[in-house]
């Protein structure tokens, strides 16, 4: 079975070079010296002023969430991983959905300011597939209303907009390093920010709040990572810009062929973005079609997945109706096509060649 993607793992030499470092030091975790040396290379690599390497994608949310403050209604999107909308629910916050633009897939600031009320404190948008949110309007909608803006980034790691990372957007942009992704640390996230005071208050809340080993300054969890996923990361970070080029190769490639079929591909302004290529979802006519493609790919041993479904306003300790949501019928009609750096051009074809013949 070929798989929708495939962890990319560095040649294990050079991770057992660290490994021995790390039984040298015998500093597993608080703030290792890999950790520390992670965080600066990310740092400078992203082009961002403050960097947080943190247990994963998820209680990058959370903190970012605890962080700013947020209560009562969050505006968030339907269209994303799970983990967006948790975060939201769990830290105690209502989220309250507002639909997604049919091109690009990102929440639609025209949907987010018919959504704001008096208890409306801030704004969650995804970044997704790692295509940029219109940052702009919803900048402006958070200066006219005084909301706070995170972004969920999780798929945007290495993506620039208009010559600067998209993590220098809103006030806090969280990513996730899972092994899934196109950088990883086996577990792992961030968090981006370059507001000092909430950089500080970061610092001490990834550390059950110490500010000193008998005092605190306030609430805390444990967001630390560990040297051994730093390890990881600082193995990987170096061939990043090596495996976005591997992927472009290979999403230009279904790109070409599937042009001209009744298929959708999202709209990326390639213009003013740098895209990563993290996915490559194809969104067809119908749910009808949908499972056909599907089922003919995993016949011939090509997994798919279904990324996002269903729409999250749809989950079933959150549930809102929103009426003709674009996102719930995206939704039922997109695929996440198969890729990954080491996807050999004879294996997109053949998929490509089992869509066609199942259209």
């Known amino acids: 079975m070929i798989p929708v993607t495939q962890t990319y793992l560095p040649p294990i030499e050079d991770y057992i070079h660290y490994l021995r470092g790390i039984w040298d030091s015998r500093h597993l975790t608080n703030h290792g010296p890999l950790v520390l040396e992670l965080e600066g290379q990310i740092r400078d690599y992203l082009g961002v002023k ?26 968030t999107t339907p269209f994303s991983y799970v983990a967006t909308t948790s975060s939201l629910a769990w830290e105690g916050t209502k989220p309250v959905f507002a639909d997604i633009q049919e091109d690009t897939l990102t929440i639609s600031p025209a949907c987010i300011t018919n959504k704001i009320s008096n ?14 949110c219109d940052v702009e309007a919803i900048a402006k909608i958070a200066a006219e209303h005084k909301l706070k803006v995170i972004y969920d980034a999780a798929h945007a790691f290495g993506v620039e907009y208009k010559n600067t990372s998209l993590l220098n957007f809103g006030d806090i942009s969280t990513l ?17 920010t370059n507001d000092d005071d909430l950089a500080r208050k970061i610092a001490y809340m990834r550390n059950f709040g110490h500010d000193g080993p ?12 560990s040297e051994f996923q730093a390890a990881m990361g600082l193995c990987i970070l170096p061939e990043v810009d090596n495996l976005i080029e591997k992927r472009k190769t290979i999403c230009h490639r279904y790109s070409a062929l599937l042009a001209g079929l009744p298929i959708q591909q999202i709209a990326i302004q390639y213009n003013t973005t740098k895209y990563n290529y993290a996915y490559f979802p194809v969104i067809f006519e119908s749910d009808e079609v949908l499972g056909r493609v599907r089922e003919a790919l995993s016949q011939q041993q090509y997994n798919t997945r279904r990324y996002f479904y269903p729409a999250l306003n749809k989950l079933n300790y959150v549930i809102d109706n929103i009426p003709d949501s674009i996102a719930e019928n995206v939704a039922k009609r997109v695929l996440c096509l198969p890729l990954y750096p080491e996807l050999s051009m004879q294996h997109v074809e053949k998929i490509t060649e089992i869509i066609k013949a199942s259209l």
């Not at 996730?176 to 981006?192: D, M, P, Q, Y």
């Not at 008998?214 to 967001?223: D, T």
């Open 50 to 75: 403050h960097f947080f390497f943190v247990t994963n994608g998820t209680i990058a949310l959370q903190i970012a969430i605890k962080a700013l403050g947020l209560t009562d209604e969050v505006i």
């Open 119 to 132: 208890k409306t404190s801030g704004i969650l948008a995804t970044h997704v597939y790692g295509n940029p």
């Open 176 to 192: 996730s390093f899972h092994a899934t992704k196109l950088f990883h640390t086996i577990e792992g996230g961030g968090i981006v």
């Open 214 to 225: 008998e005092r605190f300054f306030g609430l805390g969890i444990n967001g630390k990572g």
